[in-house]
């Protein structure tokens, strides 16, 4: 049994979530693409953000993921971590290409999406529409969480993480 006031609570989650996504929600589905567990890795100072969620293409044919953009954020771009020779960097990537029923992952320490030129009041605890744009012309905005720099998942909170600190590591 829950208890009242937590009932309570759990409306008032609902609306404020229903209010601000049923339009989305309701575009995602129907081009067959789902965007889930988005989050956003806040960083001060106006450093660039790191953003990742999960694409899931629902649909009979491959779709390539080729941009992104937030009106949040002055510049998104598509970016993928990689190892060489002991030394971490970011590329930029044109496109990512998920086959039909599959699904790829944006996460910490692989590909990413870089939020850049954030403009000014993003918090942590906010939530950040991200649109990203396919090949066919389709695009699914999705609202992305706003987490603190500690946090590593969705919903998932880590001890202070002094790599991604020290500034451009996503
Ligand atoms: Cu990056």
């Known amino acids: 049994m829950r ?3 937590s009932l309570f609570r759990a409306a008032l989650r609902g609306l404020a979530a229903g209010a601000l ?6 575009s995602a589905l129907a081009a067959g693409i789902q965007v889930t567990d988005a989050w956003i890795r806040w960083l001060p100072a106006n450093l660039p953000a790191g953003g990742y969620a999960k694409v899931t293409n629902d649909t009979n044919q491959e779709i390539k993921l080729v941009g992104a953009s937030s009106p949040k954020y002055g510049m998104v771009m598509l970016h993928q971590t990689v190892n060489k020779n002991g030394m971490s ?6 496109a990512i290409a998920i086959p039909p029923h599959k699904s790829m992952a944006f996460t910490p320490g692989d ?3 870089m939020l850049m030129q ?11 529409p991200v649109t990203l744009k396919f090949s066919d012309g389709q ?3 999705t609202e992305f969480e706003v987490r603190k720099p500690t946090a590593s998942g969705p919903g998932e909170m880590k001890g202070m993480d002094m790599e991604h600190m020290q500034g ?3």
């Open 139 to 141: 695009s699914v905005t």
């Open 21 to 26: 996504s049923l339009g989305l929600l309701s």
């Open 111 to 113: 590909y990413h999406i």
């Open 89 to 94: 960097n970011m590329v930029h990537v044109d």
């Open 118 to 128: 954030p403009k000014p009041g993003i918090e942590p605890g906010q939530k950040v």
């Open 3 to 5: 208890s009242r006031s």
């Open 168 to 170: 451009m590591k996503h």
